[in-house]
């Protein structure tokens, strides 16, 4: 070989040995990822000037924001062809609400009610949010208002993933409190305003090639004081007209429990409010109204219109945990059937038996506080809801039946359940309204009459979830629970970084970053299974060979893939749980899992043992199950399910001088 070759040779192979030498600093990294096409680079926006002083010296410096672009981030998404299946993956049940788009606004938006146009339903999200340890000295100067969106096209089971929710803008907390959040929302409504009227082009593969794509605002969701501040409306709850959606007062919500007893605000109320408002200069508002919203110039949408309240911070950790705490008050201290000792040891029994939702076991009890105190330590929202969907096993054997006080916890915890339904139904609607009436009266004749506990703006909010319903769909859709959440990626890459110079470019840039990712691993469309140990087995040893023949179509001498636990779509599931497979007219449908089988084209399947649940005991909030003696079994897909949760059967007992199997359902569940 002469000497040329060989050196040729070598020169075309060099970049063999190390093919990622292009990413071999961080520097490389963030400039390769964004010369992708698909990346969306944030981009500083300017909320003013200032001059600071160092050392003597003064200069001028500018207060800015991150921003990332809807347009771009839209134009990103439905380039990937499973991304837009999943946006017509939309399953229209007649007299069902399912979702925003089965509700009234939808139906009548000028954008979204035109079947003719493929439009984005975008939901806008703000909260405030920490990167420093709390406890450290000037920790507030690095905190920082984050916001949000969603697509409201893709079905509940794609939006609570991480993946779908989309960066709007990062900026610093002591800037929003200077600027106010109109610099943010006018730099948003300056991109929608074109796309809800104009739109821009896109491939769209499942669609048949080339069409207009249109998007518009519909809807605003955050916790009570953030949605009142960036709507315009007062951010003080122990005053008048603190509503957004009516004109309640303090004393009216302690007399009048339904919706049709408050005066509704209107656009034509709000223009006469806000005109009132500008004829004195120092008045702080009128009727609950400061100023007028920025997102008001979007066609469709108007800020009394927006039908939106979070369901997380009104029930699970406001109502939920002052009621609780009147309710073991009344059932400790006045009633004397048990102490703070023995509920923390039920439950820490209750929990070591425990096969589902360990994480989210509530902390021990302290003590009890005076009604209307809450509950100490406080607690999350998801320990909140926990200790109200597990109250009734942990302790219904110690209350006897026809108590005040318990009877007033279950009824609470049927509220929740209906609040917390994923799909609702007219008649549902309806009879909300009347549960809601009855639980506002009965706590201002137990409690109020009693220990003075008055109904708290909290409560009122509830009268307008029927109605919100009806407008938009079911209420977790609009619930911060998932938006929350998402705030932990910051929090964990703040601690990572260390470096607080730019806080909100840093954390924007590695957002946009784990975007690109998660867009080129479809991430979003939360189909990978993870799965546990496997091993393979003839099918021929299964007592359920037959039915596994029937439904994989596979032979008796055939070898399975099983496994005892997976996860999917980040909900595990365990040999031994139970599952809803339907709801019938005479109850609930569970399988017990038998074990989990994959199937010849890869996917995974579950085989359970049907169970047909026996009755509902009304004491203990749960379904009775008896086990059977000649066991039918069935394979199911985990689309088939009737609700995705994996569910705990709990074992009572000496209960009525029998053991009692119960299975609690999440929430309420109606059948497709």
Not at 334 to 344: A, D, P, S, T, W
Not at 381 to 398: D, I, N, R, T
Not at 526 to 544: E, L, N
Not at 638 to 658: G, K, Q, T, W, Y
Request: glycine share 6%; aromatic share 12%; proline share 3%.
């Amino acid at each position: 070989m002469s000497l040329s070759l060989k050196q040729a040779i070598h020169e075309r192979l060099q970049p063999c040995r190390k093919p990622l030498d292009f990413l071999s600093s961080v520097y490389r990294q963030d400039k390769y990822f964004e010369n992708h096409d698909l990346f969306v680079k944030p981009e500083s926006v300017c909320f003013g000037s200032r001059y600071e002083s160092h050392s003597g010296v003064s200069k001028l410096v500018y207060d800015s924001f991150q921003y990332v672009s809807v347009l771009q981030t839209l134009k990103s998404l439905v380039q990937s062809e499973m991304y837009v299946k999943a946006l017509l993956d939309d399953k229209v049940v007649p007299g069902l609400y399912q979702n925003y788009a089965d509700g009234e606004r939808a139906m009548q938006h000028e954008l979204f009610g035109n079947v003719g146009k493929f439009s984005i339903m975008i939901q806008l999200f703000y909260d405030g949010l920490g990167t420093t340890n709390p406890l450290r000295g000037q920790s507030s100067i690095n905190n920082i208002g984050v916001f949000f969106y969603t697509i409201k096209n893709l079905p509940a089971r794609y939006n609570s993933c991480f993946a779908n929710v989309y960066l709007l803008a990062l900026c610093y907390s002591e800037d929003l409190k200077k600027y106010g959040f109109d610099p943010v929302l006018e730099k948003f409504v300056a991109e929608i305003s074109p796309l809800h009227s104009i739109g821009f082009e896109a491939n769209v593969n499942p669609l048949g090639g080339r069409i207009t794509v249109y998007a518009s605002l519909c809807q605003v969701t955050c916790d009570n004081l953030a949605l009142n501040g960036l709507l315009g409306f007062i951010e003080s709850f122990s005053g008048d007209f603190f509503c957004t959606l009516c004109y309640a007062t303090q004393d009216m919500i302690q007399k009048f429990v339904r919706d049709d007893f408050f005066y509704r605000r209107t656009i034509s109320d709000y223009e006469n409010d806000v005109s009132k408002l500008s004829e004195t200069a120092c008045r702080i508002h009128y009727k609950g109204v400061k100023k007028n919203c920025v997102l008001n110039r979007i066609r469709g949408y108007h800020v009394t219109e927006n039908w939106s309240l979070d369901i997380m911070h009104i029930v699970l950790e406001g109502i939920v945990p002052v009621e609780l705490g009147c309710i073991l008050y009344g059932l400790c201290v006045e009633h004397k059937l048990f102490n703070v000792n023995v509920l923390n040891r039920e439950i820490q029994l209750f929990w070591g038996q425990m096969t589902v939702s360990k994480c989210e076991k509530p902390p021990t009890l302290s003590r009890l506080l005076e009604p209307g105190q809450g509950l100490a330590p406080s607690m999350k929202a998801v320990q909140c809801w926990s200790l109200l969907k597990y109250m009734p096993l942990v302790m219904g054997k110690l209350v006897p039946k026809g108590n005040e006080h318990w009877k007033f916890m279950l009824h609470l915890s049927h509220l929740v359940d209906l609040v917390f339904a994923p799909r609702f139904t007219a008649g549902m609607i309806e009879y909300m309204k009347d549960v809601i009436e009855e639980r506002l009266s009965n706590f201002s004749q137990l409690y109020s009459a009693k220990w003075h506990v008055k109904l708290r703006p909290k409560h009122h909010l509830l009268v307008h979830l029927p109605a919100i319903v009806r407008k938009s769909g079911p209420l977790v859709g609009m619930s911060c629970m998932r938006y929350e959440l998402k705030n932990s990626f910051f929090k964990r890459t703040a601690h990572t970084v260390c470096n607080f110079s730019n806080i909100c470019h840093t954390l924007a840039q590695r957002h946009q970053h784990h975007f690109l990712y998660s867009l080129l691993s479809s991430q979003h469309i939360r189909s990978a299974v993870i799965v546990g140990r496997q091993f393979s087995v003839s099918v021929c040893s299964f007592v359920f060979c037959e039915i596994l023949c029937t439904e994989l179509h596979i032979e008796a001498t055939d070898d399975v893939s099983v496994t005892n636990r997976l996860t999917v779509a980040g909900v595990q599931y365990a040999r031994g749980n139970i599952v809803v497979l339907d709801i019938n007219e005479v109850g609930p449908v569970f399988g017990k899992i038998s074990t989990f089988v994959c199937s010849q084209s890869g996917e995974w399947c579950l085989v359970v043992e049907v169970i047909q649940a026996e009755k509902f005991c009304y004491h203990f909030h749960a379904h009775a199950i008896q086990d059977v003696i000649l066991p039918v079994y069935k394979v199911v897909k985990f689309d088939e399910l009737a609700d995705h949760h994996a569910l705990h059967c709990c074992v009572l007992r000496a209960v009525e001088s029998a053991n009692v199997k119960l299975v609690r359902l999440p929430y309420h569940i109606v059948s497709l």
